[in-house]
């Protein structure tokens, strides 16, 4: 690296974990990064609410400054690394709109004005780069906007957030319950102290909206991922699910489907399903992610790693760094927005899935028959079933696992099950996913 290469001024927006460790690296391995992407790039601000916050590395309080205007206007690149919607979209924009390029790890911000910014960026001619934002060291964005361009993707299947993954493995791995392991989880910094976001899957819908929009060529937003959390799996669940060889994930899944009229289109959903143990997903354990890529022309990819942490995120982060300083210096750019495509946002009661149920049923002759009477309704297909009675307490329980079918058709099982006069109750509905 000459003495005479462009030096570039970067600004970072937030020195918490993920920050702290991006202005490290960037310090630590200065001459390595400035010979791969034929810069220098040096920390010119660093945003902060608090200037006498405790941090994690030592940073030049000439630095730190709380003044939004300072940290970002004239520089090269802004690193942004504060999370959340707003001041995060405002700061973003006050960059792009003076054509500085952007390194964001914010996929709540993506996923809910991800067109705003892209158009932005284009229009200034500056980067957005994103890797960061969906499962953290993982180089999933990469390797679905670039590495998989040439091919055509049927399905994104992934475990894409940590949180919900240790408290499933550790309800899995120890018998704990729900409760039990969100405390576990809070009190090793693996959850928040509101970890809402986390358990109620909207973290990974974020996710799942920024994966179907490149995989598919198409905008995604977060409104268009039907979710559901992790907050009714019971440790029952839990223990069913190992009696039969299956563990339960919280996953995301974005789909191209074509309906029974020949629409093609787009599903994307989140929520908790069995997965048997001989599905890769099945062993992602603790906070680690995963996503399996289905492409027509290059069969199943499997991404693994962490996807949250300070250094895990900051790699991320830091291999946007290079290639935007690489373009800055020397011309080109990210690739834009691709919504080519414009599939529709399909119904996700279209979606093809199988159900595992669990009813408790009065002991009594025809009770099989009524069950299998709903199914039968809806044009649903029993793969398995099996009926227990438990002398102790006088109780009868049916598992019935079904044959793929649609999922609005399931549901409409379920509910008609809830009013037949032969169940007691409907103990739980898990989907079975990954065959
Ligand atoms: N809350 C996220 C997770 C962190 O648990 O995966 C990274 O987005």
């Known amino acids: 690296m000459s003495e ?46 608090r200037l006498d916050a405790p941090r994690d590395v030592t940073i030049d309080p000439a630095l730190l400054t709380t003044d939004p205007a300072q940290a970002i206007d004239g520089r090269d690149i802004v690193v942004e690394l504060i999370g959340g919607i707003e001041p995060a979209r405002t ?17 709540a911000l993506l996923a809910a004005h991800g067109p705003e910014l892209y158009e932005a960026a284009a229009a200034n001619g500056a980067d957005l780069y994103y890797e960061a934002a969906v499962a953290g060291a993982v180089p999933v964005v990469y390797g679905l906007r670039e590495s998989l361009a040439g091919d055509r993707i049927t399905q994104v299947m992934g475990i894409v957030n940590g949180t919900t993954n240790f408290i499933l493995d550790a309800m ?3 018998g704990a319950s729900y409760e ?80 029974a009229e020949g629409t093609e289109g787009i599903i994307a959903r989140v929520h908790p399903a069995l997965i048997g143990a001989d599905n890769p997903l099945s ?11 289905d492409g027509e022309a290059a069969g199943r990819l499997m991404f693994y790693g962490q996807g949250a942490g300070g250094a895990p995120t900051a790699s991320a982060v830091l291999s946007d760094l290079v290639a935007a300083a690489h373009h800055r210096a020397y011309g080109g750019h990210a ?12 119904e996700p009661g279209l979606a093809h899935t199988r159900y595992h149920m669990r009813i408790e049923v009065e002991d009594r002759v025809g009770v ?13 297909s029993i793969q398995s079933v099996n009926q227990r009675y ?10 019935l696992v079904t044959h793929s079918g649609k999922e609005s058709d399931l549901r409409a099982v379920v509910n008609d099950l809830k009013c037949c006069d032969a169940v007691r109750q409907v103990i739980s509905t898990l989907r079975v996913e990954g065959e």
């Open 91 to 107: 700061y973003v924009r006050r960059a792009l709109d003076q054509g500085i390029s952007v390194v964001t790890g914010n996929k």
């Open 390 to 399: 438990d002398s102790a307490d006088a109780c009868t329980t049916i598992t």
């Open 172 to 174: 899995n791995s120890t």
């Open 283 to 293: 062993t992602v354990s603790g906070a680690f992610n995963a996503v399996a890529i």
């Open 4 to 49: 005479t290469s462009p030096v570039l001024d970067v600004a970072v927006l937030g020195a918490g974990t993920v920050g702290s460790q991006v202005i490290r690296i960037l310090g630590e391995q200065a001459e390595e990064l400035a010979a791969r992407s034929g810069a220098r790039m040096r920390v010119a601000s660093v945003l902060v609410r």
């Open 368 to 380: 099989l028959a009524e069950v299998a009477g709903v199914c039968a309704r809806y044009g649903v």
């Open 335 to 346: 690739p834009r927005e691709s919504v080519y495509a414009q599939l529709p946002i399909l």
């Open 180 to 259: 039990q392991a969100l405390e576990q989880a809070q009190k090793l910094g693996f959850a928040e102290a509101d970890p809402t976001a986390d358990v109620e899957g909207f973290d990974a819908a974020a996710k799942c909206a920024i994966l179907a929009s490149l995989a598919f060529h198409t905008r995604v937003g977060i409104e268009d991922v039907a979710v559901e959390g992790i907050t009714s799996i019971t440790a029952d669940d839990m223990a069913q699910a190992r009696e039969t060889g299956q563990v339960i994930k919280l996953l995301a899944i974005a789909e191209r489907h074509v309906t």
